[in-house]
């Protein structure tokens, strides 16, 4: 049984152990917080998701909630669905579960509720333009699909999205290093709840910063209306650049409220610190649309300067489908490495014993990780 | 009498029969002749030739098999007494003129320029032929010509098949026992067929036509060693994707100390083999078939013993031709299982006094003179390190080992402190450090002048490097704890604490420093990135956090209080579990300025085409940029590189239009085969292959440049290498019953076989076991590297529900579902009823696939829930004895239950009395005497049964014990099958029924409308008009009617007398063909009795000559 420590990185951990069928267990979640101590509500949440796409796991919590024991169980896949707590956005919840759907039994048929764009994690237009064609770059490829039938923004959601993944049986290496030069940029703005000229004006300005380099920039304005439109009001921006060889590079920012600074509401405040909110740095408050705009296309050329085949919101995924590829090598070029990304190298070395090798690319400032795939072959899908 | 004409029997032999023979070259002399004029059979013949080469088709295979490939690993195999050693003996002889007293575990040797060998010979248990078949490369199957095939070979063809079926070639032996060539010829072309049958037709099998000297004829062993040195293997799946090793060294590295005490404690072993398979990984699990589940505790690279020549011209010389046997006795080495012995002739035993000869010193080689000194050693080692001396300084006198030791005896205990000796490595290494540091001060000024935006505070950074360094230094020496690669990162954030009092501009460089390290590069740069991902300390993506978000972030597992003293800089989407890194404002705030979103055109198509490719763009960009800002060091620099740019600007050009050329040229290339070939197939075919060869080569480039560690880091250990694995706990019984002719594998396992679960699998009996396989019995199979016994549950998806079956079907497959190590699908297995030797029947029971992996199970049987009518109403009726209490019935309401006649219903609600019954409804009225059933389905739970088979632990290896079946334990207790009473069948009793008859009360019947009142009249009592009334004839009738009266018994006398002469007739027919049937019957009798005496003798005569082999068998067996 794997040990390890602290709330952080509590997904791949649990991902992985799925995967590769190990036993974790988890200690010291949150332990010396006097005010949150245990598990978090969208922690507890993805757990019963994981119950959902499995059979046969088995998760031991704590009476404090300070400690999670995972055994997992068989990939199964299958129609499920999940409502996902506002706390956290969807893509906590599906970024998991692209890592997973390809290993199951069925082919994964998920819908999902919650908050669709937020600042903390990878909004769906992002998974849906960046992380799906990365998918489909490792054989993952008929019947893909993720829907994004309602949008919901931050406090209280109401937005819901369809995935739909097929199952393989073993994914293709991948050598991915040329980065090529951008061809197109492309954008969705999206606006619930507000006046449709948002969008139009969000798109605007960040037309304006990008069509000095290129002509073929074309944002999308997606106002959804009535039902569809969430509970709360609010309006982002997700940008995706596209490179000759099929790279992509991608920027995004939701309009975020400020909370009241008076905490006079202390369920709420406590509420907004459990979810990943209060991690935040920046002031994503933005006065003007066009404000956002241009911070999301700056965003972007910050993403296009740091180069590399897989962004820094996608590195995970590549570093992990690596892994999992057949025991040929794989290549691929990624930006500097992110903390994310680092800790993704080490659970990884912990699970599947593979470990990477990591060039530092010092023409362009890119990293190139190479590593010689596990051979991962989907156990759980039956003969035909 | 005439005689028989003779049929003419053409010449088979001989001038006549060549000039006889149809022409070959016929077609070719006179094509006109056979040229075909029918479109129609052309058009077959086409059909046809594509679909053969269709069928040549595999599917491909990735062949992972590296340049430096293992030795293959020849299996003998055969019954005993078929000269298995013998041929293991007569092959090494013919390859390293060596000989070989005994074969024990594998002998490796070198067969030639480019290939070695490894013989290992296969005993006459199932385990081991078991485990055989799963290493082995090529198989030599031995038979004896002289008895023929026996239940061994097939069993272990059929092992085989399920494993993967490597190379078989046959080699049949004693045809020297033929007396009669005759016999011989025939023999030799039955078995052929046979082996044919089992095999493929045309399977090579190889004649040994006898012994000499001990030894197989050489002329024959060397056409088979040719045959073997030029075999090609087809990669097989299973050892495609799965380390393992051939053990052909196994020692006891327990400590002598814990032996003495505990006897049978488990043991520390390292194993001895080449790597074969995929890479191995260093924490890998492993499986022992025979002793169980492992993790390797330690694995490490030795030089191999047996390597391949380097240099060969033609032949290998006498030098190149090694063999390694360690278990075997080869030229006087013999590895004992902890130690090697050597055998040399001669004695090294001191020869009392010094008075040698000095002539005789002289004759002895370095070695024994070595021997020789050591037995001059006056005093012991030990003596001698008491003696040593340790001078700390030129003017102190030297301390003794032993001086120490008695004025300080916690010395050595410090010295194992690993605390202190950290701190001592540390104190080494900040030397190192020092430097390093040194030399990346350097690198950053470079860099800094590399940076547009730091133009101005580059002279800072530059006047401050100097002292940074210093300081660094000087961190490093006084803490010294700092262990790691990534100083840096640990120094900065030191700084950062120490020097919150500087000087303005000192914080400002210091920014400057952090912005550097966030944008990743300064940092990644001359830090190993390897270091920093994997080194030991856990804490350094913190550490890291720290760096790239600028705030200070603790431990998580850090104190409460110091958290809450930085609550509010704590701050970090790191910390949130989440995959993005938010942009800092100030980096964003940069892409106002016009110069740095310029400096980005070379990443976008619309850069100009001067810009060759995308790197030399940006590199040409940033120089561009860089020429903005002057300084003095790096001006040169750029300058420098712009001139080089210019110049080799031309010559990239062209070599980039050269490329994009061929580009073109290839692509277009493509599109045209593409668009020409028909063949879709094919190509896919071929296009697939060589994106194998693509990936294959790619492969072996890629690490080909990195050192040893980081390769056996990333990759793990190759196939090919010789490696000594160790291996903890294993139980004393490995060393203690240990046989070197029991073949020893170490197979790699994958993540997901370590687990347990419910295995779903395509199983049949196989058609040459005796008896069918009944449910929950135990089963032995051997499943990927495993051997173990579990118990099946039998099933048979019926298109809805998989039900569960008694016993296997006849000549069907059927499903299985069994607890166990889970497999991937599509893995072959073979199961036993038993392994041990004492049967003559076939013992492999049946063979399968596995199909699916789960956790949990959907097997039922049916079950039906039987009650009978208490009150029957029109459509209504309640039920009881179906269940007993209230709460059943509420699970069961609305379940569809049907009468045995057919009438369907439903369960509707649980009456009160009595307990257990309910009210139902049904589509018509039932009887009382009706039984009503419920039909359902209930599961059946496979038992979570595991026992690995380890027999390689048992000192009488053959004799493994499991859990016996059922029919065996009654077998062995004298017990009967219970017999339940209520499942005998007893004689069928029907009364017949009476039924009363309808009776409907008059009121009502006149009630009723028309329709539906009874028809049935009253028997009329009195006579009708028309039969009371007189009929009187007239003449003319009356006459006509006794005419036909007459007619009529004239014609019925007729009848009677012709009905009499026919049974006569009959009578006759039937006494005849009585008497036939007799004398018929009489001479069947007789040719059947003529018959059986025959098959009485021949049987007399074949148990007589089975009897002569059996005693010839059992005196080879001694």
């Not at chain 2, 549950?793 to 069994?818: Q, V, W």
């Amino acid at each position: 049984m794997l040990r390890f420590e602290g709330h952080n990185f509590f997904r791949q951990r649990l991902l992985l152990a799925t995967v590769s069928n190990r036993p974790i267990r988890i200690d010291k979640i949150r332990s010396d917080d006097e005010d949150n101590t245990g598990l978090a509500d969208y922690e507890a949440s993805f757990l019963r998701l994981l119950e959902k796409v499995t059979n046969g796991c088995t998760i031991e919590i704590s009476y404090t909630g300070t400690s999670v024991v995972y055994r997992p169980g068989v990939i199964m896949g299958g129609k499920v669905r999940h409502d996902c707590p506002p706390s956290r956005a969807i893509g906590y919840f599906l970024e998991p579960l692209i890592a997973l759907g390809p290993f199951g039994k069925h082919p994964l048929q998920v819908t999902m509720t919650g908050v669709t764009n937020d600042n903390v994690d990878v909004s769906v237009d992002s998974i849906r333009t960046l992380l799906l064609p990365h998918l489909k770059r490792f054989g993952v490829e008929d019947d893909l699909e993720l829907k994004i039938s309602k949008r919901g923004a931050a406090p209280k959601g109401g937005g819901e999205i369809y995935f739909r993944c097929p199952v393989v049986r073993q994914l293709k290496a991948v050598q991915f290093i040329e980065e090529g030069q951008i061809k197109r940029i492309r954008g969705i703005a999206y606006a619930t709840r507000v006046s449709p000229q948002m969008a139009n004006r969000v798109v605007e300005a960040s037309r304006g910063m990008l069509t000095r380099y290129i002509p073929d920039v074309y944002v999308y304005t997606d106002v959804y209306k009535g039902a569809e439109s969430g509970m709360s009001p609010g309006y982002a921006l997700t940008l995706v650049a596209e490179t000759t060889t099929g790279a992509l590079l991608s920027a995004e920012c939701a309009f975020q409220p400020r909370r009241p600074t008076t905490g006079t509401d202390v369920d709420n405040e406590t509420e907004s610190k459990r979810g990943g909110e209060s991690m935040l740095v920046n002031d994503y408050h933005f006065p003007t649309p066009e404000d956002l705009g241009t911070h999301t296309a700056r965003r972007l050329l910050q993403e296009i300067k740091k180069g590399g085949c897989f962004d820094t919101s996608s590195q995970w995924l590549g570093v992990l489908f690596l892994a999992l590829g057949p025991e040929d090598v794989g290549k691929i070029r990624v930006s500097a490495l992110s903390p994310f990304t680092i800790q993704y190298l080490r659970d990884i070395k912990a699970f599947l014993g593979i470990t990477f090798k990591i060039t530092p690319d010092h023409s362009n400032q890119t990293v190139i990780l190479t590593c010689l795939g596990s051979g991962y072959t989907n156990t759980s899908k039956k003969v035909a | 009498m005439e005689k028989a004409v003779k049929t003419h029997r053409p010449r088979q032999a001989g001038p006549k029969a060549e000039k006889k023979k149809p022409n070959k070259n016929a077609e070719k002399n006179n094509p006109k002749a056979f040229a075909s004029f029918s479109g129609q059979k052309a058009d077959r013949t086409i059909r046809r030739n594509l679909d053969k080469d269709q069928t040549k088709l595999h599917v491909p295979l990735v062949d992972r098999t590296p340049l430096e490939a293992p030795p293959v690993v020849v299996a003998v195999v055969g019954p005993p007494g078929t000269g298995k050693t013998t041929l293991i003996q007569s092959l090494v002889k013919r390859y390293t003129k060596h000989g070989l007293a005994e074969i024990k575990g594998p002998v490796t040797l070198v067969s030639g320029k480019q290939r070695r060998l490894t013989f290992i010979e296969c005993n006459n248990d199932v385990n081991s032929m078991i485990d055989v078949a799963k290493v082995a490369d090529l198989v030599l199957l031995l038979i004896d010509a002289s008895f023929g095939m026996e239940m061994e070979t097939f069993e272990f063809l059929n092992i085989l098949q399920v494993h993967g079926f490597p190379k078989v070639m046959g080699v049949l032996t004693h045809l020297d026992k033929f007396k009669d060539n005759k016999r011989l010829r025939k023999t030799k072309k039955r078995l052929k067929h046979r082996f044919w049958t089992e095999i493929y037709q045309g399977a090579k099998l190889f004649y040994l036509s006898g012994l000499i000297n001990g030894r197989y004829l050489k002329n024959e062993i060397m056409n088979l060693s040719r045959f073997i040195s030029v075999m090609k293997f087809r990669p097989l799946i299973w050892r495609n994707t799965h380390p393992y090793i051939l053990a052909d060294r196994v020692e006891d590295l327990t400590d002598p100390e814990t032996l003495r005490t505990q006897p049978k404690s488990d043991r520390t072993v390292s194993l001895y083999g080449y790597m074969r398979g995929t890479n191995i990984k260093p924490d890998m699990k492993v499986h022992i078939p025979g002793v169980g589940d492992q993790r390797i505790s330690e694995i490490s690279l030795l030089p191999d013993p047996c390597p391949k020549p380097e240099k060969v011209r033609k032949t290998l010389s006498d030098k190149h031709k090694l063999i390694y046997a360690p278990m075997s006795d080869v030229s006087g080495i013999l590895y004992d299982k902890d130690a090697v012995y050597i055998n040399v002739p001669g004695h090294f035993s001191k020869r009392g006094g010094d008075n040698v000869d000095e002539d005789e010193q002289e004759m002895r080689g370095a070695g024994e003179k070595m021997v020789f000194d050591l037995q001059n050693a006056p005093e012991t080692f030990a003596d001698n390190i008491a003696k040593s001396q340790l001078r700390l300084f030129n003017s102190s006198e030297g301390i003794t080992g032993v001086e120490q030791e008695s004025s300080d005896g916690r010395q050595r205990r410090r010295w194992e402190d690993p605390t202190q000796s950290d701190g001592e490595d540390d104190g080494d290494d900040s030397d190192d450090e020092g430097d390093m540091v040194d030399n990346d001060d350097e690198n950053l000024s470079a860099d800094d002048s590399d940076d547009s935006e730091e133009s101005d505070e580059d002279e800072l950074d530059s006047r401050n490097a100097g002292r940074r360094r210093v300081r660094l230094v000087e961190l490093n020496n006084d803490e010294g704890d700092d262990e790691d690669q990534i100083a840096f990162a640990d120094s900065d954030s030191n700084l950062d604490d120490d020097d919150d009092d500087d000087l303005n501009g000192d914080t400002r460089w210091r920014q400057k420093l952090l912005e550097k390290v966030n944008n990743g590069f300064a940092l990644k740069k001359r830090v190993n990135l390897m270091d920093l991902v994997y080194g030991d300390n856990p804490t350094d993506l913190n550490e890291n956090n720290e760096d790239s978000d600028g705030s200070q972030v603790n431990d998580e597992s850090g104190l409460f209080r110091v958290r809450k003293a930085t609550r509010n800089t704590d701050r970090s989407l790191a910390l949130a579990d989440a995959c993005k890194v938010e942009a800092k404002s100030e980096d964003l705030n940069q892409w106002a300025e016009e110069s740095t979103l310029e400096s980005l055109r070379g990443r976008f198509i619309t850069a100009q085409p001067a810009s060759a490719t995308d790197e030399q763009g940006i590199g040409g960009e940033e120089a561009e940029v860089f020429g903005d800002f002057e300084d003095l060091e790096t001006g040169e620099k750029v300058e420098g590189k712009d001139g080089e740019g210019g110049e080799a600007g031309e010559a990239d050009a062209q070599t980039d239009l050269t490329k994009r050329k061929e580009e073109l040229k290839r692509k277009f290339d493509a599109q045209y085969d593409g668009s020409d070939d028909e063949s879709g197939a094919a190509n896919m075919y071929e296009s697939i292959k060589e994106d194998m060869a693509k990936q294959a080569t790619i492969n072996r480039e890629e690490f080909m440049d990195d050192d040893v560690n980081l390769r056996a880091q990333v990759e793990g250990y190759r196939p090919g290498t010789y490696v000594r694995i160790i291996l903890k706990n294993i139980p004393c019984e490995f060393i203690e019953n240990f046989d070197p002719t029991y073949p020893v594998i170490v197979g790699g396992l994958l993540a997901s076989e370590e687990n347990f679960g419910f295995m779903q699998v395509r199983i049949k009996r196989h058609r040459w076991h005796k008896k069918t396989l009944k449910n929950n019995d135990p089963l032995i199979i051997s499943l990927g590297w495993r051997r173990f016994q579990s118990i099946p549950i039998y099933s048979l998806n019926d298109g809805t529900r998989n039900r569960m079956l008694k016993y296997t079907p006849e000549h069907m497959h059927c499903l299985a579902t069994f607890y166990g190590p889970t497999t991937p699908p599509n893995t072959g297995f073979c199961a036993f009823q038993q392994l041990t030797d004492n049967t003559a029947a076939f013992r492999l029971s049946a063979t399968g696939v596995v199909l699916e992996i789960d956790k949990s199970t959907e097997i039922v049987k049916k079950l039906k829930l039987t009650g009978v009518p208490y009150k029957v109403f029109k459509n209504t009726a309640f039920v009881k004895d179906m269940f007993t209490s209230a709460l059943e019935v509420a699970k069961f309401e609305g379940a569809s239950i049907r009468t045995v006649s057919g009438i369907r219903g439903q369960v509707k609600k649980h009456v009160g009395k009595p307990e257990g019954s309910f009210r139902a409804t049904f589509e018509d009225k039932i009887l009382m005497s009706d039984i009503v059933f419920l039909r359902a389905w209930y599961p059946v739970k496979p038992k979570r049964f595991y026992n690995p088979v380890v027999s390689l632990l048992l000192s009488s290896k053959s004799e493994w014990q499991g859990l016996r079946t059922v029919g065996q334990l009654r077998r062995d207790e004298g017990l009967k099958a219970p017999v339940n009473k209520d499942s005998l069948y007893k004689p069928v009793e029907r009364k017949t029924r009476r039924f009363n008859a309808l009776r409907i009360p008059k009121g009502l019947q006149s009630d009723l409308p028309f329709a539906s009142k009874p028809k049935l009249l009253k028997k009329q009592s009195k006579p009708s008009l028309m039969t009371r009334r007189a009929v009187v004839l007239e003449p003319h009738e009356k006459k006509v009617a006794s005419l036909i009266q007459a007619l009529n018994t004239i014609h019925k006398d007729k009848e009677r007398k012709r009905k009499e002469k026919v049974t006569e007739k009959r009578a006759k027919y039937l006494k005849k063909k009585e008497a036939d049937e007799a004398t018929t019957a009489g001479k069947k009798k007789e040719k059947m009795k003529e018959f059986y005496r025959d098959e009485g003798k021949k049987r007399a005569r074949e148990a007589a000559a089975a009897e002569g082999g059996n005693r010839k068998r059992s005196k080879r067996d001694d």
